[in-house]
């Protein structure tokens, strides 16, 4: 059975800034997403996981931006 290759994140053009702007909601330098909501869309499951450890270790209550804006919205 063929395995699925996982691509990292620098072979697929995301650096830090593209991980921080998903964390924040900011682009700070303009060198990350921009105001392209499309293309952070598209991000969001590949870099969640090192967003949320960058988020984790800010020590910041709450939820991260990209948390809020690309997970789906459910009322308990």
């Given at each position: 059975?063929p395995r699925?290759?996982?691509?990292?994140?620098?072979?697929?053009?995301?650096?830090?800034?593209?991980?921080?702007?998903?964390?924040?909601?900011?682009?700070?330098?303009g060198d990350?997403?921009?105001?392209?909501?499309?293309?952070?869309?598209?991000?969001?499951?590949?870099?969640?996981?090192?967003?949320?450890?960058?988020?984790?270790?800010?020590?910041?209550?709450?939820?991260?931006?990209?948390?809020?804006?690309?997970?789906?919205?459910?009322?308990?």
């Amino acid at each position: 059975m063929p395995r699925k290759k996982r691509l990292s994140r620098t072979r697929l053009g995301y650096t830090d800034a593209h991980i921080f702007q998903l964390c924040t909601g900011f682009d700070f330098f303009g060198d990350a997403f921009g105001d392209d909501v499309k293309a952070m869309k598209a991000a969001w499951p590949i870099l969640k996981v090192e967003v949320m450890k960058l988020f984790a270790s800010r020590e910041r209550a709450g939820k991260c931006w990209g948390e809020m804006m690309f997970e789906k919205k459910t009322n308990a």
